[in-house]
């Protein structure tokens, strides 16, 4: 089973960059497809950005041209930079993993990592 690990978030002030990354496990990081959701305080979860085995990617408009989606296949490790962050981008950001192509269904989404929490302040 693909084990996902997250780390890189923090506390930043707004217009500050972070990037996280997640580092997984397993055999079947090389055929999946990798996402980043974050989830705010009341708020359902949201998929943020996703990048398919081939490098395909997918981003929410609120993060178009702020936040890049990565992934290095040597490492098995997946990225998110975020730049000009706003109030708005704070969440706990998660790591989810899926095999095969990138769809936007967030229950297609089987492993995930912890979570690591983003705050930007105002």
């Known amino acids: 089973q693909v084990q996902l690990i997250e780390s890189g978030g923090g506390l930043v002030q707004t217009g500050g960059s972070l990037r996280l990354s997640c580092a997984a496990s397993?055999?079947?990081?090389?055929?999946?497809?990798m996402g980043w959701f974050r989830q705010a305080p009341g708020k359902e979860r949201e998929i943020v950005a996703a990048?398919?085995?081939?490098?395909?990617?997918y981003y929410t408009d609120s993060v178009k041209g702020r936040f890049t989606i990565s992934r290095d296949n040597t490492k098995n490790t997946v990225y998110l930079q975020m730049n000009s962050l706003k109030p708005e981008d704070t969440a706990v950001y998660y790591c989810?993993?899926?095999?095969?192509?990138?769809?936007?269904?967030?229950?297609?989404?089987?492993?995930w990592g912890q979570g690591t929490q983003v705050t930007v302040s105002s």
């Open positions: 989810a993993a899926k095999p095969g192509t990138l769809v936007l269904h967030i229950p297609a989404y089987d492993t």
């Open positions: 397993a055999r079947t990081f090389s055929r999946s497809t």
């Open positions: 990048i398919s085995w081939t490098g395909y990617t």
